[in-house]
């Protein structure tokens, strides 16, 4: 099974600073294969970044993806207060096809 | 707007089986793929299985034995069934579309339900 490893599980930040958030994975996973999502109390997931880098539909531009291998990295170049939240990195491939890191809660400093 | 909404009961007994439904508007129900995820409370995101619209299934291993997962494209509806449950299926369930380009990736969810698993 792959292991997704977030880090740190917390962050704290403060408005206007850059996040670096870290997904490690157990096995090498295709960089077309990993996603990452912003989760709020009391909401669903919501999807930012899915193929490592291809922003979804409605993300702005200060959030981005990279990486490729083991190792993904969720940057939001300027912290909004909406951003503050918990982040979950997501990968598709073999079994299971489908596995959530267990987050990363950036809060405000 | 595609929206999803689950409904089914907010409390099970053990042993018994959770039952859940999703209802999906606004949008086509072909061409993706419909999962049920799980989040036990303050702890993270588990997977648990998907339904194609042509009815193919895929299960979470660690689940598979008590996981059923079925669709009515009839009604733009798709169930979750699973047996034999202890407190430690208690979660808020949520269904969620999946599109694929290369991976399955989740861009619309329900707003999720809670259920509690006790006698």
């Known amino acids: 099974d792959i292991v997704l490893t977030q880090s740190p599980g917390t962050l704290s930040l403060s408005p206007g600073e850059r996040a670096t958030l870290s997904c490690r994975a157990s096995?090498?996973?295709?960089?077309?294969?990993l996603a990452w999502y912003q989760q709020k109390p009391g909401q669903a997931p919501r999807l930012l970044i899915y193929?490592?880098?291809s922003r979804a539909t409605g993300i702005p531009d200060r959030f981005s993806g990279s990486g490729s291998g083991t190792d993904f990295t969720l940057t939001i170049s300027r912290l909004e207060p909406e951003d503050f939240a918990v982040y979950y990195c997501?990968?598709?491939?073999?079994?299971?096809?489908?596995?959530f890191g267990q987050g990363t809660r950036l809060e405000i400093k | 707007q595609v929206q999803l909404q689950e409904s089914g009961p907010g409390l099970v007994k053990p042993s018994e089986t959770l039952s859940l439904t999703c209802t999906v508007s606004?949008?086509?129900?072909?061409?993706?793929?419909w999962n049920w995820i799980r989040q036990p409370p303050g702890k993270g995101l588990e997977w648990i299985g998907y339904?194609?619209?042509?009815?193919?299934?895929m299960y979470n291993p660690s689940l598979k034995s008590r996981v059923t997962i079925s669709v009515d494209t009839s009604k733009n509806q798709f169930s979750l069934s699973l047996s034999s449950v202890t407190a430690a299926d208690t979660a808020v369930y949520y269904c969620?579309?999946?599109?694929?380009?290369?991976?399955?990736?989740?861009?619309?969810w329900g707003q999720g339900t809670l259920v509690t698993v006790s006698s």
């Open positions: 606004g949008g086509s129900f072909s061409s993706y793929y």
């Open positions: 193929g490592a880098s």
């Open positions: 997501q990968q598709y491939g073999s079994s299971p096809p489908i596995t």
């Open positions: 339904i194609h619209y042509s009815g193919t299934t």
């Open positions: 096995q090498s996973v295709s960089s077309s294969y």
């Open positions: 969620a579309r999946g599109f694929t380009i290369f991976g399955i990736w989740f861009d619309y």
